[in-house]
Nanobody, 120 residues
Framework: QVQLVESGGGLVQPGGSLRLSCAAS????????MGWYRQTPGIERELVAR???????NYGDSVKGRFTISRDNAKNTMYLQMNSLEPEDTAVYYC??????????????WGQGTQVTVSS
């Protein structure tokens, strides 16, 4: 059974930085696209950033220029470097991965979420 485990959330002051990690554990064939999403109460989950297995990226408009997504395919791990954090970035951040268990069987998996709070 493959699991995604997020880490790195916490409390940070406005203007500060945090680095989130998402590690996949378990038996799998390959991880295709991966991404970070975030959600606040009463608001639909929104895209933060996504990255392909080849390293192509796209970002939500609100985080462009401040956040950087990356991955280490050898470690089945994805990262989100968050700089210049704003109170509006406060949310639960979720990791998503398109995990292939065979060359033709792909499943979307989610992590448990990690809280990021930006406050003075």
């Amino acid at each position: 059974q493959v699991q995604l485990v997020e880490s790195g959330g916490g409390l940070v002051q406005p203007g500060g930085s945090l680095r989130l990690s998402c590690a996949a554990s378990g038996r799998l064939f390959r991880i295709n696209d991966m991404g970070w999403y975030r959600q606040t109460p009463g608001i639909e989950r929104e895209l933060v950033a996504r990255i392909t297995s080849g390293g192509s990226t796209n970002y939500g408009d609100s985080v462009k220029g401040r956040f950087t997504i990356s991955r280490d395919n050898a470690k089945n791990t994805m990262y989100l470097q968050m700089n210049s954090l704003e109170p509006e970035d406060t949310a639960v951040y979720y990791c998503n991965a398109m995990v292939a268990f065979t060359p033709r069987l792909e499943t979307s998996l989610w992590g448990q979420g990690t809280q990021v709070t930006v406050s003075s």
